[in-house]
């Protein structure tokens, strides 16, 4: 209840919380995760490993300049629900990428963590005008990330908002999915999230 009422709290949206609990049962701390904490820790609790978890949420938080690997993250470019997308700069190669970061509470489960390493497996394969290239996975501690080429602009969703698409464009980018799609299937691969 607690936890419900400070995400209400606008300023509080993306300030970190850390839940320090003696239950370690799964489900309890999911349950917590999906209520709004960020992370978790079992008590007693280490401090060193309290002080990495903070300054990691800390650095995804504000991320401007922090780096990760060897990434420097330059600004947070999207979210979903497995999870945050930086817009970086690889100080290797020096070229501007897409850092995808698992969110901390899915590597609770040791699967979800496998099925990341996995996707970054299969888009390393995977090459096509119209799907991403994938330069590669890292772990930072216990933050694991997928490095992916950078595409400038908006998402389609930002593109179209306000107003009706013309039938035309549509064909367009139907036509540009259903190519990726096509190829995804050449490689026996099913997107989830179409």
Same mark, same amino acid.
């Given at each position: 209840?607690?936890?419900?009422?400070? @995400?209400?709290?606008?300023?509080?949206?993306? $300030?970190?919380?850390?839940?320090?609990?003696? @239950?370690?049962?799964? !489900?309890?701390?999911?349950?917590?995760?999906?209520?709004?904490?960020?992370?978790?820790?079992?008590?007693?609790?280490?401090?060193?490993? $309290?002080?990495?978890?903070?300054?990691?949420?800390?650095?995804?938080?504000?991320?401007?300049?922090?780096? $990760?690997?060897?990434?420097?993250?330059?600004?947070?470019?999207?979210?979903?629900?497995?999870?945050?997308?930086?817009?970086?700069?690889?100080?290797?190669?020096?070229?501007? =990428? !897409?850092?995808?970061?698992?969110?901390? =509470?899915?590597?609770?489960?040791?699967?979800?963590?496998?099925?990341?390493?996995?996707?970054?497996?299969?888009?390393? @394969?995977?090459?096509?005008?119209?799907?991403?290239?994938?330069?590669?996975?890292?772990?930072?501690?216990?933050?694991?990330?997928?490095?992916?080429?950078?595409?400038?602009?908006?998402?389609?969703?930002?593109?179209?908002?306000?107003?009706?698409?013309?039938?035309?464009?549509?064909?367009?980018?139907?036509?540009?999915? !259903?190519?990726?799609?096509?190829?995804?299937?050449?490689?026996?691969? $099913?997107? @989830?999230?179409?």
């Amino acid at each position: 209840i607690v936890l419900a009422q400070f @995400r209400a709290f606008e300023k509080s949206q993306d $300030l970190p919380v850390i839940m320090l609990t003696g @239950r370690s049962d799964a !489900a309890d701390v999911i349950r917590a995760l999906r209520l709004g904490a960020n992370d978790y820790a079992l008590k007693p609790v280490e401090i060193d490993v $309290l002080v990495s978890r903070i300054q990691t949420h800390l650095k995804l938080s504000s991320p401007q300049d922090q780096t $990760l690997g060897s990434y420097t993250l330059l600004r947070k470019i999207g979210e979903g629900a497995m999870s945050h997308v930086y817009e970086a700069l690889c100080q290797k190669t020096k070229r501007r =990428s !897409a850092v995808k970061v698992l969110h901390r =509470s899915l590597t609770i489960d040791e699967t979800n963590v496998i099925r990341f390493r996995e996707e970054a497996e299969l888009m390393q @394969r995977l090459e096509h005008k119209h799907i991403v290239k994938c330069y590669g996975m890292g772990q930072d501690g216990e933050t694991y990330y997928l490095a992916m080429e950078f595409v400038e602009g908006p998402t389609l969703e930002k593109w179209s908002k306000g107003k009706a698409m013309e039938s035309r464009e549509v064909l367009v980018f139907a036509q540009q999915i !259903a190519l990726a799609l096509d190829h995804l299937d050449d490689m026996g691969v $099913l997107h @989830r999230d179409i």
